[in-house]
């Protein structure tokens, strides 16, 4: 059986806020939702609704342990060299960076109490990542079963 953790609070009140995210993110979303609204309908009472958006069959957390082993695997399949979860973070930050989108903003988007700080930490962009990036797309929507 899968394991599950119970919601946590978020880390601060900057972490409760919107998220900003591209069309196509939405589509994915939107899909992966219909998919959850039919799991809640196959489940029945035993699906609990936590409103969380990645969830066990029965609408539980997944351990973050298990997300990671996911993504693992399927950077893994998708033939990308080895990292971890969180560098989405710093890839998501040079990306933007590297499209022109100024530290403040960036900074706003991680929400970091300092520019400083996200220049220290997020300026690096490799010059095959939105390439490799781009080859996870698919991996994830396999995986989520999207």
Not at 53 to 67: I, K, N, Q, S
Not at 80 to 107: D, N
Request: hydrophobic share 45%; net charge positive; aromatic share 6%.
């Amino acid at each position: 059986m899968a394991e599950h953790v119970d919601v946590a609070v978020v880390k601060s009140h900057a972490s409760d806020a919107p998220v900003a995210i591209d069309p196509a993110t939405v589509a994915v979303l939107r899909a992966w939702r219909r998919s959850q609204l039919a799991g809640r309908l196959h489940m029945g009472k035993q699906r609990k609704d936590t409103g969380l958006v990645f969830t066990l069959e029965d609408g539980t957390a997944f351990h973050p342990d298990r997300l990671t082993d996911i993504f693992e695997w399927e950077a893994f399949q998708a033939g990308l060299p080895p990292f971890r979860l969180h560098k989405l973070r710093h890839c998501a930050a040079s990306i933007a960076r590297a499209a022109g989108v100024s530290m403040k903003e960036i900074q706003a988007l991680l929400r970091h109490s300092s520019s400083t700080i996200t220049a220290d930490l997020y300026t690096s962009v490799p010059e095959d990542l939105a390439e490799q990036m781009s080859r996870m797309n698919p991996a994830l929507k396999r995986s989520f079963k999207i």
